[in-house]
């Protein structure tokens, strides 16, 4: 069964899986009716026993608590933890017992930055997103750590203890924040969202929750369907036990029915997203402003300014660098493992179209046979990506070419065109000529920075990605450029190479 079946009004909507025995018991084993009338005589029979929306309400509290719990006791052992590793392990001091107020202190300042009641706004819980807060956070108890040292260390720590234990907490609060999500996320029920808009956005959204183990969509309902009847809604979210409503906004909808909506499923007590169609052309880095209770969105310039792109460039030399010098010897035996494997170049050479439109040469390890291109006709009609050319099975690659390309090791040599300037490590995919020509319009413009060795179309699964949606998000990359963005693009590119997912 599919995670969710294809959304249609007044047709019945299934859930993949339904934690909680009263829902069962209401007949949503069985699906229930958009229109908003249960299809069991079961449930009518207990509709004076159970509360759906308790138990819903229940589940969404329960997570919320389990989430909340799991991030504290995360924190208060990295607190602990650094502190004996960085002064008593590594500095060889004692520790008094007063050193085990750090674990209220650290939570109490968690709380204070709102670090506990994010996850409940946001359907993927992501410890590297909130990577900066915690820079934040570690400096911060550091610094409180360091002034109180002498009623929690018995000696005089030195300075380079108080850049150890500062460095410690990063690592630490990362790597417990990280698995209290895990640990939360194992034991907490599946979130159950219902979605609120057209049909199209409904299916945009279920492929990419597809492998998202957390999140079920359990079914979908037109946005003018009802925002002339709130009521609906909430009744629709009862028969489905929902505990979070997806509300996508679109430019023909009445903004005043849209503000009733959102505020009749804030009303619900549910979790409440909102998918704005405006982030589409514009991306998520704007600026909030408030004029006398009028919001407006401050939309940042397109494009990267001179320090900006200085600051890029800078980090693109220096990865590309360390990268070149501790890979060398694993590109020196590769090269000859592809000599002794199968005649023909040891790189390969494709023309790409490259920054403002104009081509350069790409390098990679062979990892086809030689003059691989002019199979290419013959193989058109295996070919399984939209707009791109990709096929799983490929008969063209070689034994060694497909070992370096399920390592990824097939990219090393475009090191070389990264510190030639002609590809940067995180930008947008480098098109060859035949795809570049089907970019029309505003998407052109994703050629405004020089194209990477990854990007989010990389993390995302560029395979499995349409060339149409694919040229969106570099634009959006490009839009809403950060050298944070980077930095995180380029760790969720290590975890996906070693993870081997969509290659």
Same mark, same amino acid.
């Given at each position: 069964?599919?995670?969710?079946?294809?959304?249609?009004?007044?047709?019945?909507?299934? /859930?993949?899986?339904?934690?909680? $025995?009263?829902?069962? #018991?209401?007949?949503?084993?069985?699906?229930?009716?958009?229109?908003?009338?249960?299809?069991?005589?079961?449930?009518?029979?207990?509709?004076?026993?159970?509360?759906?929306?308790?138990?819903?309400?229940?589940?969404?509290?329960?997570?919320?608590? /389990?989430? =909340?719990?799991?991030?504290?006791?995360?924190?208060?052992? #990295?607190?602990?933890?650094?502190?004996?590793?960085?002064?008593?392990?590594?500095?060889?001091?004692?520790?008094? $017992?007063?050193?085990?107020?750090?674990?209220?202190?650290?939570?109490?300042?968690?709380?204070?930055?709102?670090?506990? *009641?994010?996850?409940?706004?946001?359907?993927?819980?992501?410890?590297?997103?909130?990577? $900066?807060?915690?820079? &934040?956070?570690?400096?911060?108890?550091?610094?409180?750590?360091?002034?109180?040292?002498?009623?929690?260390?018995?000696?005089?720590?030195?300075?380079?203890?108080?850049?150890?234990?500062?460095?410690?907490?990063?690592?630490?609060?990362?790597?417990?924040?990280?698995?209290?999500?895990?640990?939360?996320?194992?034991?907490?029920?599946?979130?159950?969202?219902?979605?609120?808009?057209?049909?199209?956005?409904?299916?945009?959204?279920?492929?990419?929750?597809?492998?998202? =183990?957390?999140?079920?969509?359990?079914?979908?309902?037109?946005?003018? @369907?009802?925002?002339?009847?709130?009521?609906?809604?909430?009744?629709?979210?009862?028969?489905?036990?929902?505990?979070?409503?997806?509300?996508?906004?679109?430019?023909?909808?009445?903004?005043?029915?849209?503000?009733?909506?959102?505020?009749?499923?804030?009303?619900?007590?549910?979790?409440?997203?909102?998918?704005? &169609?405006?982030?589409?052309?514009?991306?998520?880095?704007?600026?909030?402003? @408030?004029?006398?209770?009028?919001?407006?969105?401050?939309?940042? =310039?397109?494009?990267?300014?001179?320090?900006?792109?200085?600051?890029?460039? /800078?980090?693109?030399?220096?990865?590309?660098?360390?990268?070149?010098?501790?890979?060398? $010897?694993?590109?020196?035996?590769?090269?000859?493992?592809?000599?002794? @494997?199968?005649?023909?170049?040891?790189?390969?050479?494709?023309?790409?179209?490259?920054?403002?439109? #104009?081509?350069?040469?790409?390098?990679?390890?062979?990892?086809?046979? *030689?003059?691989?291109?002019?199979?290419?006709?013959?193989?058109?009609?295996?070919?399984?990506?939209?707009?791109?050319?990709?096929? /799983?099975?490929?008969?063209?690659?070689?034994?060694?070419?497909?070992?370096?390309?399920?390592?990824?090791?097939?990219?090393?040599?475009?090191?070389?065109?990264?510190?030639?300037?002609?590809?940067?490590?995180?930008?947008?995919?480098?098109?060859?000529?035949?795809?570049?020509?089907?970019?029309?319009?505003?998407?052109?413009?994703?050629?405004?920075?020089?194209?990477?060795?990854?990007?989010?179309?990389?993390?995302?699964?560029?395979? !499995?990605?349409?060339?149409?949606?694919?040229?969106?998000? @570099?634009?959006?990359?490009?839009? &809403?450029?950060?050298?944070?963005?980077?930095?995180?693009?380029?760790?969720?590119?290590?975890?996906?190479?070693?993870? !081997?997912?969509?290659?």
């Amino acid at each position: 069964m599919s995670r969710a079946e294809k959304p249609t009004t007044g047709k019945v909507a299934r /859930a993949r899986r339904l934690p909680f $025995p009263r829902a069962e #018991a209401y007949g949503l084993r069985h699906g229930a009716w958009v229109s908003g009338q249960l299809d069991t005589p079961l449930a009518e029979s207990h509709a004076a026993q159970y509360d759906l929306e308790s138990v819903a309400l229940g589940a969404v509290r329960g997570r919320e608590h /389990a989430y =909340r719990r799991a991030l504290a006791l995360a924190d208060g052992c #990295a607190a602990a933890c650094s502190v004996l590793l960085s002064m008593a392990a590594i500095g060889g001091y004692g520790l008094r $017992p007063a050193f085990l107020i750090v674990v209220p202190v650290i939570v109490i300042v968690s709380k204070i930055e709102g670090l506990y *009641d994010h996850d409940e706004l946001v359907i993927r819980k992501s410890t590297l997103d909130e990577f $900066p807060r915690l820079l &934040n956070l570690a400096t911060l108890i550091a610094l409180l750590i360091w002034l109180a040292r002498h009623y929690v260390v018995i000696g005089a720590p030195t300075t380079v203890l108080l850049l150890a234990l500062w460095g410690l907490l990063i690592a630490m609060l990362f790597v417990f924040r990280a698995i209290g999500r895990r640990v939360a996320a194992r034991f907490s029920s599946v979130e159950r969202c219902l979605f609120v808009g057209s049909s199209i956005v409904y299916q945009r959204l279920q492929a990419k929750l597809e492998h998202d =183990r957390s999140v079920v969509l359990v079914g979908s309902v037109g946005l003018q @369907d009802v925002t002339t009847d709130v009521l609906k809604l909430r009744s629709l979210t009862q028969q489905l036990a929902v505990h979070r409503i997806i509300i996508a906004t679109s430019g023909g909808t009445d903004p005043d029915a849209t503000m009733e909506l959102v505020r009749g499923a804030k009303t619900t007590g549910l979790r409440v997203s909102i998918l704005p &169609n405006v982030l589409a052309a514009v991306g998520s880095s704007v600026a909030f402003d @408030d004029l006398g209770g009028m919001p407006l969105l401050g939309v940042p =310039r397109f494009g990267l300014s001179r320090s900006s792109k200085y600051t890029k460039r /800078a980090l693109d030399i220096f990865g590309a660098t360390v990268g070149l010098v501790l890979m060398a $010897p694993l590109m020196l035996v590769t090269s000859v493992l592809i000599k002794v @494997d199968s005649s023909g170049p040891v790189l390969f050479r494709q023309t790409r179209v490259g920054r403002n439109g #104009a081509p350069f040469q790409m390098l990679k390890f062979r990892t086809m046979v *030689d003059h691989a291109d002019t199979l290419k006709a013959e193989l058109y009609e295996q070919n399984e990506a939209s707009g791109l050319f990709k096929i /799983a099975d490929d008969p063209r690659i070689t034994r060694v070419g497909r070992f370096l390309r399920r390592l990824s090791l097939d990219e090393a040599p475009q090191l070389l065109n990264v510190i030639r300037g002609s590809m940067s490590l995180v930008g947008p995919r480098p098109l060859i000529l035949d795809e570049d020509k089907r970019i029309t319009g505003f998407d052109r413009r994703r050629l405004h920075l020089t194209p990477g060795i990854t990007g989010r179309w990389q993390i995302l699964g560029s395979a !499995r990605i349409p060339l149409a949606e694919m040229v969106k998000i @570099d634009y959006l990359y490009v839009a &809403n450029w950060s050298l944070w963005e980077d930095i995180k693009i380029l760790v969720q590119t290590l975890g996906f190479v070693a993870s !081997r997912r969509g290659l």
